[in-house]
């Protein structure tokens, strides 16, 4: 009763700023916000850190466009994913397995609960090492911090499941955590401006997209490269380098698992088709201005610490240390008559983690800045992500042990109430968060690319057909009737869609593509090209399947009596 009184409260005031300003609509809209706030904590996870990060090292301030861009694709998709849900206020995996076929609706429920079970892992390992290493010390057990995390996440998503308060202070929790994360980056980036050590010029011309990084080193390699032995491996080596960490930047920026989470959160709200607005600006504020600050803060951070540096490799004396040079070795096998050039650049090309950036910003932020706050923007980020990893999982495992009724057999707004399994909740949220503690035993060495390589494959490639199944589902008037798009606006959403669509499954296949050219093998005995050759045939095959399904179906709603 409480939330069905919570949801008729937000429609009278919905409707009290209908016909007001646009400004007053969207702070009116803020008080409101939720389900938006979900997705920033999920994507400001460790992801989207070590994206932000490595971008910042390869590339300096060249690539400040990239992950804006990819946000503004996966908001373009999640609005279409909200239009859907609150146009028809069903449940999209039965609704995807009724109107178009089971396999892509199971696919999509697979892979989220892979990517939720796997990447809570490297979650408890971020957090983890901001607490043993940016805030405290190695004397806190690390069985103590699991056990706190695993705690953490299970009682704030009871919270989820209950009604008025504890949902209250649920979203309350998400919206403090997801703040700290943002304020805790750009205290860092505040402190080295007024340091003097940020420019601005560079930095503000790096939102303008240059895609030609995609395929050539970043300029400020140039004269290195002109004095290196072979300014050929180099060039090659480098784009290599940039394409890869491009990739993992756009990929981090929506996973396969949020788009599981916004409708499953939206329904939880009870938001109808009056609330379509304002779940676009709930993604505004909730998702793209959080993740925008926090990503481009770390990028300035790391692009001001690292790029075509090396000082944080090299001892007292100025020689590099024996690990660095064992990476350079590594890296210039290939060459001959290497040069101090090569060994520049080798080790320019190393990837730091988070501690390496708080050390090196120390001389310029102090420790209390580098350490202290950074720290708890790294440890907020683990945190908020764990939490709603369980939740996902939670949803997705409710979803497999919930029957969803096909509105067909029902009269015009008489469906059979929903009733959601909540122990099949938590156990979902329980096997993703033990996944996560256990993180000591699989997330190392072999163990950890066993269950990387085949995640990352499957959730790659079945992102995109998300984002295709939502593509059909909004052009479908089998599902959406008279509230599917027409006109003007039918053409302005399927630009935006089929964008949005072509961009993840170009990024994708690009991925896939490179993979299959590996010779890497899983536990030594999978090769991951062969994984990846799976990946590329089962997205065809699942294009295939969506589009014939649909032209299927819609063809006999079109036959069928009215």
Known sequence: MADEHSSNRELEILESVADKPAVTKIFTYAKLSGPGWLQGAITLGGGSLAGALYLGVISGYGLMWLQPLAMICGIIMLSAIAYVTLSTG?????????????????????????????????????????????????????????????????????????????????????????GVIVLSFMAVVVTLTVNGQVP??????????????????????????????????????????????????????????????????????????????????????????????????????????????????????????????????????????????????????????????????EPFAGPAISQKIFGIGVLGMAVSTIIILMLINGLAFQEIFTRSPDPSHFPPGRMPPYEPNKAMYFLGCG?????????????????????????????????????????????????????????????????????????????????LHGKTKSNDRIFDTIPVATVAWGGLIFLAILFIVGTLSFLKHEKESASSPQ
């Open 200 to 361: 601005w010029g560079q930095i503000l011309s790096g939102f303008i997209p240059d895609p030609s990084l995609l395929f050539k080193p970043a300029a400020s390699y140039g004269d290195l490269i002109a004095q290196s032995s072979n300014a050929g491996f180099w060039i090659k080596k480098i784009s290599a380098e940039q394409q890869d960490v491009i990739m993992t930047a756009f990929g981090t920026a929506v996973g396969i698992n949020m788009t599981w989470l916004l409708p499953y959160s939206l329904l939880k709200k009870r938001w109808g088709t009056k609330h379509r607005g304002l779940s676009i600006v709930d993604l505004s504020i909730g998702l793209f201005i959080p993740f925008f600050l926090a990503t481009a803060c770390v990028v300035i951070s790391s692009a001001s610490a690292f790029h075509t540096k090396t000082t944080d490799l090299r001892d007292a004396q100025g020689n590099y240390s024996e690990s660095t040079l064992t990476a350079i070795t590594k890296t210039t096998a290939s060459l001959e008559n290497v040069n101090s050039a090569d060994q520049d650049l080798a080790a320019m090309l190393i990837k730091r983690d988070t501690n390496a950036l708080a050390i090196t910003l």
């Open 90 to 178: 069903q449940r999209p995996f039965g609704s995807i397995n009724r109107n178009l076929h089971p396999l892509l609706g199971w696919s999509w429920l697979v892979a989220t609960i892979m990517a939720n079970i796997v990447w809570t892992m490297p979650q408890f390992s971020l957090g983890t090492a901001a607490i043993q290493q940016n805030l405290f010390s190695d004397a806190v057990p690390q069985s103590l911090i699991i056990a706190v995390f695993l705690g953490i996440g299970l009682i704030v998503n009871y919270l989820y499941q209950t009604d008025g308060a504890g949902a209250k202070a649920f979203d309350l929790i998400i919206k403090i955590m997801v």
């Open 431 to 511: 096997i993703s968060g033990l996944a996560g503690a256990c993180y000591p035993l699989f997330w190392t060495g072999e163990a950890k690319a066993a269950l990387a390589v085949p995640t990352s494959v499957i959730g790659g490639s079945l992102l995109p057909i998300a984002y295709f199944t939502f593509l059909l589902l909004m052009n479908s008037k089998k599902v959406l009737g008279d509230k599917r798009p027409e006109g003007k606006a039918r053409i302005i959403w399927n630009i935006l869609m089929i964008f949005s669509t072509v961009v993840a499954s170009a990024g994708s296949i690009w991925v």
